[in-house]
């Protein structure tokens, strides 16, 4: 019993049906983490990328430095380090947050590998012709360089999205309560893990299918040229 | 009068290769000026580093009394966005490859520096777009997108564009060196009728020798980071002096013949 839903065992049909209502609200926490984390992927990789053309040496040296470190070190080690160790300095957050905190921080070291590529393929011309209308920097970001890069970003964007959908169940090592994290307690309160594993990798893979569906209905829907403006 | 253009020995340097050495140039309030000469000869550098697109190492550049220093002598590297900002609003440029805004409609590329740098009202810009554009000869595509024309057709909306932002310079390299050979009469139409507008000061690198000949007040020719010999285009290309100038003359004119009839914009 968990949630109040009682599971059956008679069978591994009855289990695998009595367990979906269960296995359902650890899905909301799931997507919730997700889209939390992609979230701050998204907003904070454009502000890594960004920070990373400045013009203050340091400033652009900084965050390259801490772009790779955090994409060159496990996404687990990270998260025990928040969990464990943020608390020791009077940072204590909820687990969700936690959790969320880390995907989000290690995929935005992704994302913003992926705007920088993104910004590098606006061609040179471009740059040079908002400079000859003496548009400033950061309109030349927001109308030139942003709505043309978008539509090279989002396949590589899109990719990192199924990606960190599919390792959020990393966050039930820190006690948050996704899928995996109750399948693992029902697992543990049944003796029969087989099913509850089971159910949570076949969910995952409609979830997964339709996030590529979804973002190859967004790269058709977008002009190559960029988003347009008129 | 003050020249709105002076190069006091500039030097310009890329690595170990000198561009611009030791360079020094002036250009009067409204003259024509053509710049030619082979590839690499820096005539094209001399018009990106007016428009602040490339720093110079050593000497002075000013226009229109605005020197590429600050006043407290930082240097054209590492004088602020501010100062920079001055410098570009007597300055405009016309680049080979046009360089429009390929997700902005044609009216749009017109209108979004008039309205975020000039701060002009849209509905202004906009009247003031569709003036310049029945000017080039293209009231009819403001709602297209850059890739639905031709490259005749771009290169003229980047003239429109440019002169949007009102410059009291206006820069042209190789406007037509991109088109295709029937297209080149179109830009070189509307470039003549800017010509005979006695205010705006022109700076244009081209190999149309004939065209040069035609529109300018005087012409420079190039040769490995200085002016080898320049003059008012009659004499510079009836008798010129230097042998260089006589050997780059006889080979691109060998070329274009027959010369091309530049015919004039339609509209």
């Known amino acids: ?230 | 009068m003050n020249p709105i253009i002076r190069f006091q020995n500039v030097t310009k340097r890329f690595g170990a290769l000198t561009v611009l050495d030791n360079f020094n140039f002036e250009v009067q309030r409204g003259e024509k000026v053509t710049l030619i000469g082979p590839s690499g000869s820096g005539k094209s550098t001399v018009l990106r580093i007016l428009m602040t697109l490339e720093p110079f190492q050593d000497g002075l550049l000013e226009t229109d009394g605005i020197s590429y220093h600050e006043p407290n002598g930082r240097g054209p590297f590492k004088a602020s966005e501010k100062h920079l900002h001055k410098i570009r609003c007597n300055v405009g440029m016309v680049f080979q490859s046009f360089n429009l805004f390929p997700h902005m409609t044609v009216l749009r590329n017109v209108v979004e520096a008039p309205v975020a740098v000039l701060k002009m009202k849209r509905e202004e810009a906009e009247s003031r777009a569709t003036e310049l554009l029945r000017m080039v000869g293209l009231s009819d595509k403001k709602d297209h997108f850059p890739s639905q024309l031709s490259g005749g057709q771009q290169q003229r909306v980047a003239i429109a564009r440019a002169l949007a932002m009102r410059p009291r310079v206006l820069l042209f390299d190789e406007p037509t060196s991109a088109l295709d050979p029937q297209l080149v009469g179109e830009v070189l139409g509307v470039i003549r009728d800017l010509a005979s507008e006695h205010d705006l000061t022109m700076l244009l690198v081209t190999h149309e020798m004939r065209f040069a000949r035609e529109v300018s007040d005087r012409v420079c020719f190039f040769d490995k980071g200085r002016i080898v010999e320049q003059g008012e285009p009659e004499r510079f290309f009836s008798n010129p002096q230097q042998p260089r100038t006589r050997e780059f003359l006889s080979s691109i004119l060998g070329e274009q013949e027959p010369i091309r009839e530049s015919i004039s914009c339609a509209r």
């Open chain 1, 1 to 230: 019993m968990m949630y109040g839903y009682a599971w059956d065992t008679t069978t591994p049909l009855t289990f695998a049906i009595s367990i979906l209502p269960i296995l359902g609200i650890g899905l909301l926490v799931t997507l919730k983490a997700a889209a939390v984390g992609y979230a701050i992927a998204l907003v904070f990789g454009l502000v890594l990328a960004l920070l990373r053309r400045s013009k203050i040496k340091i400033v652009a040296w900084t965050v390259a430095g801490f772009t790779e470190f955090v994409r060159d070190t496990p996404l687990l080690v990270q998260l025990f380090f928040l969990y464990y160790v943020l608390p020791d300095f009077g940072i204590v957050l909820p687990a969700f947050m936690t959790g969320a905190l880390a995907l989000g921080l290690q995929y935005s070291a992704y994302t913003s590998e992926v705007y920088r590529g993104g910004i590098d393929a606006v061609p040179r011309g471009q740059w040079e012709a908002a400079t000859a209308l003496n548009l400033s920097r950061l309109h030349t970001y927001r109308n030139i360089v942003v709505p043309q890069m978008i539509p090279r970003i989002v396949p590589a964007l899109g990719n990192y999205l199924v990606s960190m959908l599919k390792e959020t169940p990393v966050l039930s090592v820190v006690t948050v309560l996704d899928m995996l994290g109750l399948a693992n307690m029902i697992g543990e309160r049944t003796f029969e893990y087989l099913v509850p594993l089971s159910m949570v990798g076949l969910i995952f893979l409609p979830m997964t299918l339709i996030c590529s569906a979804l973002i190859y209905a967004v790269e058709r829907a977008l002009p190559k040229t960029g988003i347009p403006l008129r």
